[in-house]
């Protein structure tokens, strides 16, 4: 009797087509569409239209589609997090909780319960369990490699997961969905997470939860250019949205964000993207993981991503406990940001990763 299967479906073309290979390979496949949003923003949320699109794939593969809602889990564990975090003035990654705590636990939960061998998701990642133990690898797409967001995960989760597209390329898995005659197979990649949608939507959407605190903007030489809206609307680096008009520096040369100063409320400024306010060759991060479940006996030729699709950056994890540890990069590294993840590599195996806490 073949294993069963449960697919996390989301209605794209990605999940979709996980779906229909592991069906190809002989597997009892069964998806289930996962809403992890309640609440009077549905301007922003695509759930109906996206289980309508799961709903319509599934028809077509005659496969069984269940329904379930995790969103009190989603609250719990990934939104509170989200807008604790933003009143902090740092940067959350929901996208990394939500994968640990909703995808890999509360959804797999549920698929082991219903008699599931595996679960299957849309991930562009590989998983590998040649040497003893699971690893997780960089999918085969460089465009769309996901083991960044997936680096919480642990030894069990791995196997109990299956990535399908993890070893092929976007353009043909949009091609295989159009040969299958899936509807969603030219659908648009979904942007951002499901309570906020589009980017455009971000401002106002905040707005619903975190007390705006506006303050002014400094340069970083102490010279007042502006005023900002509030420490959660900004992360380092950013360039668009800071409304400093002509009459600060050199006008040829736009403004980032370099530093918030929480105790001032005061968002400082630098102009021109390089410069050295910017950059920083040290982060110090805090909840270090390794998917291995402990530290590797061989922490050389090590390499780091702080932002999804950066490419690998040398550098040497100093300073490590087990919850803590420091990483010095070969190079200074633009933005390093609070509150995002710190993601370590060896070649193409994701090693772990920490919450990067501050730089220097």
């Given at each position: 009797?073949?294993?069963h299967?449960?697919?996390?479906?989301?209605?794209?073309?990605?999940?979709?087509?996980?779906?229909?290979?592991?069906?190809?390979?002989?597997?009892?496949?069964?998806?289930?569409?996962?809403?992890?949003?309640?609440?009077?923003?549905?301007?922003?949320?695509t759930?109906?239209?996206d289980?309508?699109?799961?709903?319509?794939?599934?028809?077509?593969?005659?496969?069984?589609?269940?329904?379930?809602?995790?969103?009190?889990?989603?609250?719990?564990?990934?939104?509170?997090?989200?807008?604790?975090?933003?009143?902090?003035?740092?940067?959350?990654?929901?996208?990394?909780?939500?994968?640990?705590?909703?995808?890999?636990?509360?959804?797999m939960?549920?698929?082991?319960?219903?008699?599931?061998?595996?679960?299957?998701?849309?991930?562009?990642?590989?998983?590998?369990?040649?040497?003893?133990?699971?690893?997780?690898?960089?999918g085969?797409?460089?465009?769309?490699?996901?083991?960044?967001?997936?680096?919480?995960?642990?030894?069990?989760?791995?196997?109990?997961?299956?990535?399908?597209?993890g070893?092929?390329?976007?353009?043909?898995?949009?091609?295989?969905?159009?040969?299958?005659?899936?509807?969603?197979?030219?659908?648009?990649?979904?942007?951002?997470?499901?309570?906020?949608?589009?980017?455009?939507?971000?401002k106002?959407?905040?707005?619903?939860?975190?007390?705006a605190?506006?303050?002014i903007?400094?340069?970083?030489?102490?010279?007042?250019?502006?005023e900002?809206?509030?420490?959660?609307?900004?992360?380092?680096?950013?360039?668009?949205?800071?409304?400093?008009?002509?009459?600060?520096?050199?006008?040829?040369a736009?403004?980032?964000?370099?530093?918030?100063?929480?105790?001032?409320?005061?968002?400082?400024?630098?102009?021109?993207?390089?410069?050295?306010?910017l950059?920083?060759?040290?982060?110090?991060?805090?909840?270090?993981h390794?998917?291995?479940?402990?530290?590797?006996?061989?922490?050389?030729?090590?390499?780091?991503?702080?932002?999804?699709?950066?490419?690998?950056?040398?550098?040497?994890?100093?300073?490590?406990?087990?919850?803590?540890?420091?990483?010095?990069?070969?190079?200074?590294?633009?933005?390093?940001?609070?509150?995002?993840?710190?993601?370590?590599?060896?070649?193409?195996?994701?090693?772990?990763?920490?919450?990067?806490?501050?730089?220097?």
């Open positions: 009797m073949a294993d299967i449960i697919v996390g479906i989301s209605g794209g073309v990605d999940s979709s087509v996980t779906a229909l290979l592991l069906q190809k390979q002989g597997f009892d496949v069964e998806c289930v569409f996962m809403k992890n949003w309640e609440g009077n923003d549905d301007e922003y949320c759930a109906e239209e289980y309508k699109d799961a709903l319509a794939v599934c028809d077509h593969l005659g496969l069984p589609l269940r329904s379930v809602n995790f969103s009190q889990e989603y609250w719990d564990k990934v939104f509170q997090y989200f807008i604790d975090e933003y009143k902090k003035g740092r940067t959350p990654n929901p996208d990394v909780l939500c994968n640990r705590e909703v995808k890999f636990k509360a959804f939960d549920y698929a082991l319960e219903l008699g599931a061998k595996k679960i299957g998701t849309g991930h562009y990642s590989i998983i590998d369990d040649s040497n003893g133990y699971f690893r997780l690898l960089k085969l797409d460089p465009g769309k490699d996901q083991s960044y967001f997936l680096y919480l995960l642990d030894q069990d989760a791995l196997s109990k997961s299956m990535f399908p597209i070893e092929i390329k976007k353009k043909d898995v949009r091609k295989l969905a159009e040969e299958s005659g899936l509807v969603n197979h030219a659908k648009k990649d979904s942007t951002g997470v499901c309570f906020i949608g589009e980017q455009k939507f971000f106002e959407f905040l707005k619903k939860y975190i007390p605190n506006p303050g903007i400094e340069t970083i030489d102490g010279q007042v250019c502006g900002h809206d509030g420490f959660m609307y900004y992360t380092m680096g950013q360039r668009k949205g800071l409304g400093i008009g002509g009459g600060h520096g050199s006008l040829e736009p403004w980032f964000v370099a530093e918030k100063d929480l105790d001032r409320n005061v968002l400082i400024v630098a102009q021109g993207h390089d410069h050295s306010s950059y920083h060759g040290q982060l110090m991060a805090d909840e270090v390794w998917i291995n479940g402990s530290v590797p006996d061989n922490l050389s030729g090590i390499s780091a991503k702080i932002r999804y699709r950066q490419a690998d950056q040398k550098c040497e994890i100093t300073e490590l406990s087990t919850e803590q540890c420091t990483v010095k990069f070969d190079k200074p590294q633009f933005a390093i940001t609070p509150g995002q993840s710190v993601v370590f590599y060896r070649g193409n195996e994701c090693l772990g990763g920490a919450m990067i806490d501050s730089r220097k």
